[in-house]
C-alpha cells in the first residue's frame, strides 16, 4: 500500500480532488478559528476562511499522503463527516444562515468543539494505521490534539 501518489495521476473531477477540498476546509476552518478567538468579528474571520480555503496546495499534499494510509472508501468516510463539520462551522459567521442568527456564545462553542472532533477524526487514522507517517498530517494531528486538551 505504500505507492507514490502525485497530483498528475488524479482527474480534476476524481475523488482525491474532493479529498483535498476537505482538506482545504480543515485548514480554512482552523485559521477562521483561530481569527474569532482572537478577534470576535465575524465578517474577518469569514474573510479568512474563504481566503485559507482558496490555498489549497497544502491541503492537497495532505490529503493524497492520507489516500495512501487510509483505505479509500474509509478516508471517504471520515471526510464527509469532516467536510460537514467544517461547513457547519463556516456557516455560524454568515450573518443569517438558513434563517438561523448564531450568537457569539454559539461560535465560542462551535470553536470549541472543532479541534476536538478533528482531533476525533484524525484519531481514527492512527487507530486504523497504527500511526500517521506523513510530517504535515502528523503536526496537523498533534495541533488539533494540543488545542482540545489546552481548552
Known amino acids: 500500500m505504500n ?3 502525485s ?10 480532488s474532493n ?10 476552518a482552523l485559521a477562521a478559528r483561530s481569527s474569532w478567538l482572537s478577534q470576535c468579528d465575524r465578517s474577518k474571520a ?10 489549497p496546495q497544502r491541503a492537497h499534499a495532505i490529503a493524497l499522503t492520507a ?16 467536510d460537514n463539520i467544517c461547513t457547519n ?17 454559539d461560535i465560542d462553542a462551535a470553536c ?3 479541534p476536538v472532533l478533528l482531533d476525533h477524526e484524525l484519531d481514527r487514522i492512527v487507530t486504523l494505521n497504527g500511526s500517521i507517517p506523513s510530517p504535515a498530517l502528523s503536526s496537523l494531528h498533534e495541533r488539533a490534539k494540543h488545542i482540545a486538551v489546552s481548552q
Not at 22 to 28: I, M
Not at 71 to 79: F, I, S
Not at 89 to 105: I, P, R
Open 46 to 55: 469569514s474573510v479568512v476562511f474563504a481566503a485559507a480555503q482558496a490555498q
Open 19 to 28: 479529498f483535498s477540498n476537505t482538506a482545504a476546509l480543515v485548514r480554512a
Open 112 to 114: 470549541k468543539a472543532l
Open 89 to 105: 462551522f463556516s456557516e455560524m459567521f454568515d450573518a443569517q444562515a438558513d434563517g438561523v442568527k448564531y450568537g457569539d456564545g
Open 7 to 16: 497530483s498528475e495521476n488524479f482527474p480534476e473531477n476524481s475523488s482525491e
Open 67 to 82: 489516500k495512501v494510509i487510509v483505505p479509500e472508501d474509509v478516508l471517504k468516510l471520515l471526510l464527509i463527516r469532516v
Open 3 to 5: 505507492r507514490q501518489i
